[in-house]
């Protein structure tokens, strides 16, 4: 009696293990199950985006890596899931580009993923800002793709770049035209134009800060800078001291509100797009999508990350300005306008050099 109610025991311990003893795994046992119909299967109602069967997508193990002070595994169990809408296309080998398909992602937003992990910024004592770091994120084939910090916790728009669980076409009401269908997890982000950065199997995120020793003097009094050069790869490309004549110019209506100390002013800003006067600069292919970063850096050493695509490959229009001018007390005359974000600490200002390069 006592054997077989020790066996009872051991049993019933042994099915709680599997259960509960590694939350990614059974994670993955939900998300493949959860086949989820459409709930509104005859377009009855007003939503375009629930008209068919949201498909499961596998996910396995994703970690957070790099400059955190705890790194690890991410319990998705305790994130919302969130939902993205996008058109997907990619590049040909001529530059010319082809249509994936419309559809709804649903899944767990970086923003969420990264939302409690503790910074440990590797220049914190030079540069204090978080906004000069960046994330890599890889997949299971070793394939890798950069997002600014920015993109994930400054933008106007939250939680458009998940890590997606399920996928659903948006079909068009009179082709009736079926898209192929992923079976496999995938990053997606959602204001890519080409959609090179959505790849398959996410397995690792790495967050870093911009690694580059820039003297800082926070006393640059008046912060000035009458030119700035372009680089690429710490190589020079080309000296700035006016804006291109040729570049249409553009005027955004503006709240611009900081993170720190709040509203700015509501003075409308003018100027070129950041993207039209770097896009000669660039190469502009699927490896540059994926792994190109910008960082634009001030005269007083003030310098702030984006990349390369959120610069160049936008689907909504909320470009990046780069504004001439001098303000009364003398400061200027190269800065940004970030019409993407929500916060100011971006427009980074007085700019001396802004610097294009490829992650590895």
Not at 96 to 122: C, M, P, Q, V, W
Not at 137 to 149: A, D, F, P, R
Not at 157 to 178: F, Y
């Amino acid at each position: 009696m006592k054997r077989l109610l020790t066996l009872a025991i051991l049993f019933s311990m042994m099915q709680n293990l599997s259960i509960t003893g590694n939350p990614l795994m059974s994670q993955e046992t939900t998300v493949q199950k959860e086949v989820r119909e459409p709930a509104d299967p005859r377009d009855r109602n007003n939503n375009f985006y629930d008209n068919t069967t949201m498909v499961p997508l596998p996910l396995g193990t994703f970690t957070v890596e790099g400059e955190v002070e705890n790194p690890g595994a991410v319990d998705f169990s305790q994130l919302r899931v969130r939902s993205v809408i996008t058109k997907e296309a990619l590049l040909n080998d001529d530059g010319t580009n082809r249509f994936i398909g419309a559809y709804r992602y649903d899944g767990y937003s970086l923003f969420d993923i990264l939302e409690n992990r503790i910074l440990n910024k590797k220049n914190k004592d030079a540069f204090r800002p978080i906004i000069d770091l960046y994330v890599i994120i890889e997949n299971n084939k070793g394939e890798k793709v950069v997002l600014s910090w920015g993109e994930i916790y400054y933008p106007a728009h939250l939680h458009e770049i998940l890590i997606a669980t399920s996928v659903g076409r948006i079909v068009p009401s009179k082709t009736n035209e079926l898209w192929p269908l992923t079976k496999e997890s995938k990053l997606i982000i959602g204001n890519d134009l080409l959609t090179e950065r959505n790849i398959s199997n996410p397995v690792k995120i790495t967050v870093k800060s911009f690694d580059r020793d820039i003297p800082v003097n926070r006393d640059l009094t008046p912060l000035f800078s009458d030119n700035f050069t372009i680089t690429r790869d710490k190589k020079a490309l080309t000296f700035i001291k006016d804006l291109p004549p040729n570049l249409p110019k553009y005027t955004y209506n503006a709240i611009f509100y900081g993170r720190g100390r709040g509203i700015h002013s509501t003075t409308p800003f003018s100027g070129v797009l950041l993207s039209e006067m770097i896009l000669p600069y660039t190469r502009q292919t699927s490896l540059d999508l994926k792994t190109g970063l910008v960082a634009v850096i001030g005269a007083d050493g003030y310098r702030g990350i984006y990349s390369l695509s959120e610069i160049i490959n936008r689907s909504d229009q909320e470009e990046i300005l780069l504004v001439e001018g001098k303000s009364e007390d003398g400061s200027g005359m190269f800065r940004l306008y970030p019409a993407c974000d929500f916060f100011s600490d971006r427009a980074v200002k007085a700019l001396s050099e802004i610097e294009i390069l490829s992650v590895k």
